[in-house]
């Protein structure tokens, strides 16, 4: 964040201060992370209250606080109504101030990833600030925004949601250049009702547009005529992530897959094309890969730092990232979350590879009413993909492991799970590769963790102590 004082801070949120002026360079709103001369905001919500810690914040070295209530303490304190919503407000005016060129990012799943190669793609012009973490709700994009300083030339922000309205809110405070839904698909089905209520929740993200602010629309998608319906009158390109269709903005052709299950592909673009070569696995990241040269080129990126910004991006821990056992066994490990796109995005991936194909599912979370039938196509889709074997824990997965059918296992505790994996595949020495998946909630990264001390983990680091 930019150095500020105190009053500056006042004007922007809107607030009262009480006591002396001086000047902070952060903003926390937790006392475990805060640093030394930061300001802390107090949040408040249905299940805590971030005033009760202003004490603790002082001893972790705040100099001063907001709240929205009194609070005892020798620090000086701007009192303001609302502290969400003053988190927001002072960090839309921090990206005011910087001026970054922006990206704006949404979708049911690939919105991470494609946020990765957009900064990876940018990195090669500029300084590039991108959203961390999951930082990509009402809480996290603000305080994303407040990281920014004025060596910040891009701002790359992924923009999430679990209730309609909480994307209207933080396009706001983006207003991204350009922006983009990468898809809709059955995810946090608790909170919008339907897919339509995803695919509209999503289309927020266009308000925070200005006049010439441009639109990247999946044109594959089957709510493309939706969204276009609410650009009648905004700048729009278009991508072709499933179809290839040449009508598109951006499209690809010659695509193949190497023994890595990373895509190759010869892109087509407004600016001309080039042969592109992934370095992250997955015939679905060649969609993605179109839709961030898509955003990355509308803030000035050239083919050349397309090609060589997505080769040299790396997958991302959790999503779809390779892990070696050894020469012959290797897990996909993407554990960070799962919606029944993304699973089965990540199902034809595990598909392209050679040798014995093993799936481990955990539950897929906020799936509404239909959580069951939706984890029934999965188990159906892995079947009609040819893997081998289909491993299932917790509760929602069950109908998955049962549709699959032969080979489908299912184990209502995960220890129990990960007891069967160590069992039937430990000592395996031919060609496997095993996929594990699930919500963020079913912490499948437990499994992963099993796996790598597992016999195949301690042969994995027993060869790489003979190599050093």
């Not at 969204?227 to 290839?244: A, C, E, I, M, R």
């Amino acid at each position: 964040m930019i150095t500020r004082s105190l009053m500056w801070i006042t004007e922007q949120i809107k607030g009262r201060l009480s006591g002396e002026n001086c000047t902070v360079s952060a903003v926390s709103t937790d006392t475990r992370t805060l640093t030394q001369g930061a300001v802390y905001l107090a949040l408040k919500g249905e299940n805590f209250d971030g005033h009760q810690f202003v004490e603790a914040a002082e001893a972790a070295g705040a100099a001063a606080v907001i709240a929205s209530q009194p609070v005892t303490t020798a620090l000086p304190v701007i009192y303001v109504e609302d502290t969400k919503l003053a988190l927001g407000q002072l960090g839309a005016a921090v990206k005011a101030e910087v001026k970054p060129k922006t990206i704006g990012i949404t979708g049911s799943s690939g919105k991470t990833t494609v946020k990765e190669m957009c900064a990876a793609i940018l990195s090669r012009r500029g300084n590039v600030l991108a959203t961390a973490g999951n930082f990509n709700n009402e809480i996290g994009v603000p305080l994303t925004l407040l990281r920014l300083t004025p060596e910040h030339e891009y701002a790359v922000v992924e923009m999430g949601a679990n209730h309609l309205g909480e994307i209207a809110y933080t396009t706001d405070l983006v207003k991204p250049d350009v922006a983009t839904i990468v898809n809709a698909a059955a995810a946090h089905l608790e909170g919008f009702g339907s897919l339509l209520g995803v695919a509209r929740a999503k289309s927020e993200i266009f308000k925070g547009l200005g006049e010439k602010g441009l639109a990247i629309v999946n044109q594959d998608s089957q709510f493309a005529e939706f969204w276009l319906g609410k650009l009648k009158y905004q700048p729009v390109q278009t991508f072709s992530p499933d179809n290839h269709n040449a009508q598109a903005d951006f499209y690809a052709t010659d695509i193949t897959i190497d023994l890595n299950g990373c895509a190759a592909f010869e892109m087509h673009s407004v600016q001309g094309n080039t042969d592109i070569r992934l370095a992250v696995p997955g015939m679905h990241n060649v969609g993605n890969a179109l839709v961030a040269a898509a955003l990355t080129m509308a803030v000035g990126a050239t083919l050349e730092d397309v090609k060589y910004g997505l080769q040299d991006m790396q997958a991302v821990g959790g999503r779809l990232k390779v892990v070696p056992l050894t020469d012959q066994v290797r897990i996909l490990d993407d554990t960070y979350n799962a919606n029944v796109g993304s699973v089965k995005a990540a199902i034809d991936t595990l598909a392209s590879f050679s040798g014995r194909r093993v799936l481990v599912l955990g539950d897929m979370a906020e799936l509404g009413e239909k959580a069951r039938y939706y984890h029934e196509q999965v188990g159906e889709y892995a079947k009609e993909k040819f893997i081998d074997c289909l491993y299932t824990s917790g509760v929602l997965s069950q109908s998955a492991s049962t549709a699959f059918g032969k080979n489908g296992y299912h184990f209502s505790e995960q220890a129990a799970l990960i007891e069967a994996l160590e069992q039937d595949l430990g000592h395996e020495q031919r060609d496997l590769t095993i996929l594990v998946k699930g919500s963020r909630s079913a912490r499948m990264e437990n499994v992963i963790a099993a796996l790598e001390k597992s016999p195949l983990g301690k042969l994995s680091r027993r060869r790489e102590k003979i190599a050093c």
